[in-house]
């Protein structure tokens, strides 16, 4: 356990040596929330509900998006461990007493934290700004669950990223393009843009058996108080079973990706 | 002729190289097929619960959309090199595209085009010319306006992106500045009228992704006016000569690294 508090404390520090990077990061989080507010504004100046939602339900999800996006989301070892394991540095890793996953998971956390941190301050920022009004559940039990939801949807997001880089082991050229599919679908299916509940109640519940809708959708609905503490329950559950399959998945893909994984040159 | 001529080389490679990895391009084009779809589907849907969002219909909405994914995606394929600019740089790979006898902005800006994008290109023009035989009924007019529109569209992307690979070459991190750029044009995936001043102002006049990709549609539909469409002209051409004078001031602080 010590070794990996040593590894978040050194990409800790590692994350403020490229500072212009991160901050255009931030500002990159913030505009991709703008199309989205100024969307639903115009929409809520003639309306008073729509799809069920009102304003203040509305201002609240778009908000906490830029939040859980930033803690889901923020996952620099998806832009990394293609490129380790096509070029061979992954042996570094391998004779070192380090499980290389576990080590790229802390990494993440380190940069969740910092993403974290930013996005209070960006959250209190365009409050300030737009001073729009804001509704949650007022279910402590429901906020709860929607904190665990949240914890799952962390696990989940890297798990389904690292099942999609595995495929660097067999097809090094392809290890891109399966990521960027999953980041499309990250992108349209999760409640990034739109509250997935607007959508017709078939292709809703078509959702619910994807893993996508648990990594921002539903955390967020139990939040703004969409859900009743059943639900909440219910979903964490689902969350969990996902959880468990891409655990699994994983596990069994990356065994059988080292077992062919070789690397030459010095 | 010699420019051109290296150019239709570079192009050729490109090509090559993309049909070189079938799974890679069909993962690609459908991953960016599925992004347009899930997203006009949203607009779909929000359209079908509300009758005008700011004064547009559903389907003025959608065909914003459409015209904001034809100049996004013609604008990547072409200046796809740009994301590959700044390991160019901090490499020292730079110092053999200036010692060439190419010229080297053209090199960095058109030395790789995406030709997955021209998949993507010839499906969104297809859906664009059924939306308009069938939804908006355009005049030859306004169908000429809308060719000079999306020329002159190139022209400040152009210019934008000479400006970024500029600001890389001094700043050495062109890679989240081009996804900026991104995110900007993003912004305008709605009509500019949505936002609320100044971001309306801010992004149509002095960041210009408004002015990019809302006007050619806006002509289309006949929603903008001959002053505004003569300020777009000479904004276009005035912003590509200040984006030359900077790619050139830009290119004395260049220092070779590595060696």
Same mark, same amino acid.
């Given at each position: ?17 490229? /500072? ?34 009102? /304003? ?13 996006? =930033? ?153 703004? =108080? ?30 059988? =990706? ?9 | ?33 599925? /992004? ?17 969002? $700011? =004064? ?23 200046? /796809? ?22 010229p080297p902005l053209v090199r960095c800006l058109?030395? $790789? ?29 306004s169908l000429f306006l809308f060719f000079l ?72 539909? $006949? ?37």
């Open positions: 356990m010590r070794k990996y508090l040593t590894v978040f404390a050194i990409d800790w520090q590692n994350q403020f040596i490229y /500072r212009l990077n991160f901050v255009l990061w931030r500002f990159r989080n913030i505009l991709r929330v703008l199309m989205t507010y100024f969307l639903w504004s115009t929409i809520f100046s003639v309306q008073t509900s729509v799809f069920g939602y009102t /304003r203040e339900q509305i201002m609240a999800y778009l908000l906490l998006v830029i939040f859980l996006y =930033g803690f889901v989301g923020s996952s620099p070892s998806n832009d990394n461990i293609g490129g380790e394991v096509s070029s061979g540095a992954l042996n570094n890793f391998l004779t070192k007493p380090i499980g290389y996953l576990r080590y790229w998971f802390t990494r993440d956390l380190s940069s969740k934290l910092l993403n974290v941190i930013f996005a209070v301050g960006e959250i209190f920022l365009l409050w300030l700004i737009f001073r729009p009004p804001l509704v949650f559940s007022s279910q402590p039990a429901v906020i709860l669950i929607g904190i665990l939801m949240l914890v799952s949807a962390v696990i989940i997001f890297y798990l389904l990223g690292k099942l999609a880089l595995a495929s660097v082991f067999w097809a090094p050229e392809n290890t891109w393009g399966f990521m960027f599919v999953v980041l499309v679908l990250m992108e349209m299916l999760t409640g990034l843009i739109f509250p997935l509940d607007i959508l017709p109640r078939s292709a809703f519940t078509a959702l619910q058996f994807t893993p996508f809708p648990y990594l921002l959708y539903f955390p967020l609905a139990a939040f703004i =108080g969409r859900l009743s503490p059943l639900e909440a329950v219910r979903l964490l559950f689902q969350s969990l079973v996902w959880l468990g399959i891409l655990f699994y998945l994983v596990k069994r893909v990356w065994s059988a =990706g080292y077992k062919v994984y070789s690397a030459s040159g010095g | 002729m010699k420019v051109l001529k290296v150019t239709w080389l570079y192009f050729v490679n490109s090509l090559q190289q993309n049909i070189s990895g079938p799974v890679v391009f069909s993962l690609f084009f459908t991953s960016k097929l599925l /992004r347009y779809g899930l997203f006009l589907t949203f607009l779909y849907f929000l359209g079908s619960g509300i009758k005008l969002i $700011g =004064g547009y219909t559903r389907e003025q909405l959608i065909f914003f959309y459409l015209v904001f994914n034809y100049i996004d995606t013609l604008v990547q394929m072409f200046f /796809r090199e740009v994301y590959r600019f700044r390991s160019l740089v901090v490499s020292g790979g730079f110092d053999m595209v200036l010692l060439k006898p190419f058109l030395g $790789g085009p995406d030709f997955i994008d021209a998949g993507v290109l010839i499906v969104l023009t297809a859906v664009i010319a059924y939306y308009l035989a069938f939804f908006i009924h355009p005049s030859p007019s529109m999306l020329l002159n569209t190139l022209i400040v992307a152009a210019a934008f992106h000479i400006l970024v690979i500029a600001l890389g070459i001094i700043t050495l991190s062109v890679d989240h500045l081009i996804m900026v750029y991104r995110d900007l044009t993003s912004l305008v995936r709605i009509p500019v009228d949505l936002f609320s001043e100044p971001l309306r102002s801010l992004i149509t006049f002095v960041i210009p992704v408004g002015l990019m990709f809302t006007f050619p549609a806006k002509t289309l539909l $006949g929603l903008l006016s001959w002053q505004m469409i003569i300020f777009s002209l000479i904004f276009g051409v005035v912003f590509l000569f200040f984006s030359l004078k900077f790619w050139h001031f830009s290119l004395r602080y260049y220092s070779s690294a590595s060696s």
